[in-house]
């Protein structure tokens, strides 16, 4: 099967400009997510859809960071403006969305450089 | 929220020695614990999991064994091999937060020849 899949794969920017990422989860997978992995870290949960709706986004620095899941499958994730401590890996993340207790398919993940 | 601790961060092992890793895990509602292997440069990968009703799974080469009452888990891996060598984290989900997965810091383990 297909797996979950990210663009870019990498992004190098400014701090004080923009950036998008996307990702487009395993088909039939309704649960998505978004984490951000700082180098020597592990992920941290930025936000998690059901389908097109938001379950959890208490991590998600609102005042720079937004996402969207308009149509229920691919979801893209901006920063603006980006800040020098966003220079991290953000890796999407998708499962079934059946249970509580699934296996999370992880994307390649987009490596941010803020500089 | 659910707060997962892991350690060692670090663990140097000789090849064919056993290694393992421990995590503790906060939220008493969490009944799902797995572990992702992420190699330099890569996505992380399931490579083993356990649900709370048994207290042991065992998978060739790696076990992870779960405690409850104390709230700890643990990953175990026998007759190490260079290719072992790599960053483990540990999860547990968050009831606080739609069951995602919170991960610990990390452990990477070096297997040297």
């Known amino acids: 099967e297909a797996g979950v899949a990210q663009s870019p794969r990498y992004k190098i920017i400014e701090k004080r400009q923009s950036v998008a990422f996307w990702c487009n989860p395993i088909?039939?997978?309704?649960?998505l997510y978004w984490y951000q992995q700082i180098l020597g870290q592990g992920p941290k949960l930025l936000i998690q859809?059901?389908?097109?709706?938001?379950?959890?986004d208490s991590q998600l620095p609102k005042d720079r960071f937004s996402a969207e899941r308009l149509k229920g499958v691919d979801s893209t994730l901006k920063i603006q403006p980006a800040k020098l401590e966003d220079s991290a890996v953000y890796l999407c993340?998708?499962?079934?969305?059946?249970?509580?207790?699934?296996?999370?398919?992880f994307g390649s993940g987009t490596q941010l450089s803020v500089l | 929220g659910e707060n997962v601790e892991q350690h060692p961060s670090t663990l140097s092992v000789q090849e064919g020695d056993s290694a393992v890793i421990k995590c503790t895990y906060s939220?008493?509602?969490?009944?799902?614990f797995p572990w992702y292997k992420q190699e330099l440069g890569k996505r992380p990968q399931l490579i083993i999991d356990?649900?709370?009703?048994?207290g042991e799974k065992k998978d060739q080469r790696i076990a992870v064994t779960l405690n409850k009452t104390a709230k700890h888990f643990s990953l175990h891996i026998t007759e190490t091999q260079p290719e072992d060598s790599a960053v483990y984290f540990c999860?547990?989900?968050?009831?606080?937060?739609?069951?995602?997965?919170?991960f610990g810091k990390g452990t990477s383990l070096l297997v040297t020849p």
């Open positions: 356990i649900r709370s009703n048994v």
């Open positions: 088909s039939g997978h309704a649960t």
């Open positions: 939220d008493s509602a969490s009944n799902y």
């Open positions: 999860a547990a989900p968050d009831s606080n937060s739609g069951y995602a997965l919170n």
């Open positions: 859809f059901q389908n097109n709706g938001v379950v959890d």
């Open positions: 993340a998708s499962s079934l969305g059946g249970t509580r207790n699934e296996k999370l398919f």
